[in-house]
């Protein structure tokens, strides 16, 4: 077990709908990172917060947006659904504000666009 | 074009059977290189960092090694309970400093 908890696990909608993910990191973790994981590309980097603040853009549409909370936990929405926005979505964290490495995931949401 | 590479994509061992997994990388300025095991259904697992061209670490049955264009990942007699999908990820200057993951190997260990 990781310490980070991602909800929900499941989730399947339609296209064109709008969807919020959501992840509490490890305790004591300041650092949150989102990432897409889909069968052709691997996982790829969409967003970090430190302690609040965006700190990094990978990736992300512009369609999606993030935001971390006063009690550090981040919530990533997604709108305007398309068929290609199915994907597993992993949360992870990190204690330092730099990408040092050491990243713990969470077990990821699965988000399915029919 | 990618800048992380694995291969193979898939490899079959049986239990006992040591072998490498290997990642390619295209990125200048490399910052870091780093190994993760992922299970099935489960978020990726941190095992190894290396930094620079002639490190190694060494955990239990795996041992990772790195030069300047690519890194191996070594199974010395592999169990059953290291199936799993290895993912390669680089950190680099020309990366924002972020994390660029390889699509994996799926390592199956037949008993």
Redesign the interface.
């Known amino acids: 077990d990781?310490g980070?908890t991602q909800t929900p696990k499941h989730l399947i909608t339609a296209t064109g709908q709008r969807v919020t993910l959501r992840c509490s990191p490890r305790s004591g973790d300041l650092s949150v990172y989102w990432y897409q994981q889909s069968l052709?590309?691997?996982?790829?980097?969409l967003i970090?917060y430190y302690n609040g603040e965006e700190r990094?853009k990978?990736n992300i549409l512009e369609r999606f947006s993030a935001q971390q909370f006063p009690d550090l936990h981040s919530e990533l929405n997604l709108s305007s659904l398309e068929l290609g926005d199915s994907a597993l979505y992993?949360c992870?964290s990190s204690s330092s504000p730099?990408?040092?490495?050491?990243?713990?995931?969470?077990?990821?949401s699965r988000l399915t666009v029919l | 074009e990618d800048q992380v590479t694995q291969s193979p994509e898939a490899l079959r061992l049986q239990e006992g059977e040591s072998s490498s997994l290997n990642c390619s990388y295209t990125v200048s300025g490399l910052r870091g290189l780093f190994w993760y095991r992922q299970d099935p259904g489960k978020g990726p697992e941190f095992l190894f960092t290396l930094y620079s061209a002639g490190e190694e670490k060494e955990k239990e049955r795996l041992k990772a090694t790195l030069t300047k264009k690519e890194s191996f990942l070594h199974i010395t007699a592999p169990k059953p309970e290291d199936s799993a999908t290895y993912l390669c990820a680089v950190q680099a200057a020309d990366t924002g400093n972020q994390f660029y993951f390889g699509t994996g190997t799926s390592l199956t260990v037949i008993p």
């Open positions: 990781s980070v052709d590309q691997g996982l790829q980097f970090q990094a990978g992993f992870a730099v990408n040092t490495g050491e990243l713990f995931f969470g077990e990821g």
